[in-house]
T-cell receptor
Framework: AQSVTQLDSHVSVSEGTPVLLRCNYSSSYSPSLFWYVQHPNKGLQLLLKYTSAATLVKGINGFEAEFKKSETSFHLTKPSAHMSDAAEYFCVVSDQGGGGNKLTFGTGTQLKVEL | EAGVTQFPSHSVIEKGQTVTLRCDPISGHDNLYWYRRVMGKEIKFLLHFVKESKQDESGMPNNRFLAERTGGTYSTLKVQPAELEDSGVYFC????????????FGSGTRLTVV
């Protein structure tokens, strides 16, 4: 069984300050982990993915995430928030080793960016 | 390249009526997935097609939901009869091969059953 827990339902930051969105996962196999973002009235967009290569993964728009097996975490960070980053972010796990391809989503974190 | 297209973008129907959602995947993508987000809940897997065959339909909630993918191109998801708890956003995604995630998602269909 696989699951993800997004520790914050809402995060608010000021423009230009760092962003940290937290995610912990549980997986019976070697997981593939993803972050997706959904802007209002838009589809889900892939930000980045981890598939057992480098533990520090760089994504689009300056986001990155670090896979920490010992902590079962995959937190999303960005050094400096921009107004356009305001959206809902989803941490997602897929059990590659289990032969499955179903994505298990977290409950989402709403990121608010203030001036 | 055109993305994954879903329509309608919004649908409001009465309880007991029938609704059909459509998804056009990226051309050439054999894998097509349906997911759903019910209000206040997480996004959940419904089913997975490989071409026209159902690879995994373990997430379909009950037999009021019928998904088809005739010819292995576009897919439809029919809800008949619709119930209040079916309200939510239905997402479709496609991929060229089983990528274990990293699929391209559509914008979703927001279904409201009143």
């Amino acid at each position: 069984a696989q699951s993800v827990t997004q520790l914050d339902s809402h995060v608010s930051v000021s423009e230009g300050t760092p962003v940290l969105l937290r995610c912990n996962y549980s997986s019976s196999y070697s997981p593939s982990l993803f972050w997706y973002v959904q802007h209002p009235n838009k589809g889900l967009q892939l930000l980045l993915k981890y598939t057992s290569a480098a533990t520090l993964v760089k994504g689009i728009n300056g986001f990155e995430a670090e896979f920490k097996k010992s902590e079962t975490s995959f937190h999303l960070t960005k050094p400096s928030a921009h107004m356009s980053d305001a959206a809902e972010y989803f941490c997602v796990v897929s059990d590659q080793g289990g032969g499955g391809n179903k994505l298990t989503f977290g409950t989402g974190t709403q990121l608010k960016v203030e001036l | 390249e055109a993305g994954v297209t879903q329509f309608p973008s919004h649908s409001v129907i009465e309880k007991g009526q029938t609704v059909t959602l459509r998804c056009d995947p990226i051309s050439g993508h054999d894998n097509l997935y349906w997911y759903r987000r019910v209000m206040g809940k997480e996004i959940k897997f419904l089913l997975h097609f490989v071409k026209e065959s159902k690879q995994d339909e373990s997430g379909m909630p009950n037999n009021r939901f019928l998904a088809e993918r005739t010819g292995g191109t576009y897919s439809t998801l029919k809800v008949q009869p619709a119930e209040l708890e079916d309200s939510g956003v239905y997402f479709c995604a496609s991929s060229l091969q089983n990528m274990g995630g990293g699929y391209t998602f559509g914008s979703g269909t927001r279904l409201t059953v009143v």
